[in-house]
């Protein structure tokens, strides 16, 4: 089965700029949808991005127009740009791919 790895965390300022990447470890080309969640602590997890196999994206509108989801079938990777950082977006994230196990998932902390 295969398996997603994320990295790229970490902590950031107000403002700041994270490349979230996931790393696959088979073939993804005909998964049909990949995204990536998040959970702050206390909440639930929420689908913040997600991008069809033909390249199709869609954002919950807290991250439109700062974060950027990418995918590269060839290499069976998922990326997450995520540019002026806010407070509220520190949480943990997740690489998800429809009918695929969840990855262990990379802290985000954006903080001054």
């Known amino acids: 089965q295969v398996q997603l790895v994320e990295s790229g965390g970490g902590l950031v300022q107000p403002g700041g700029s994270l490349r979230l990447s996931c790393a696959a470890s088979?073939?993804?080309?005909?998964?049909?949808?990949m995204g990536w969640y998040r959970q702050a602590p206390g909440k639930e997890r929420e689908l913040v991005a997600s991008?069809?196999?033909?390249?199709?994206?869609n954002y919950i509108d807290r991250v439109k127009g700062r974060f950027t989801i990418s995918r590269d079938n060839a290499k069976n990777m998922v990326f997450l740009q995520m540019n002026n950082l806010k407070p509220e977006d520190t949480a943990v994230y997740y690489c998800?791919?429809?009918?695929?196990?969840w990855g262990q998932g990379t802290q985000v902390t954006v903080s001054s």
């Open positions: 998800w791919g429809a009918g695929l196990p």
């Open positions: 088979g073939n993804i080309f005909n998964v049909w949808l």
């Open positions: 991008i069809s196999s033909g390249g199709l994206t």
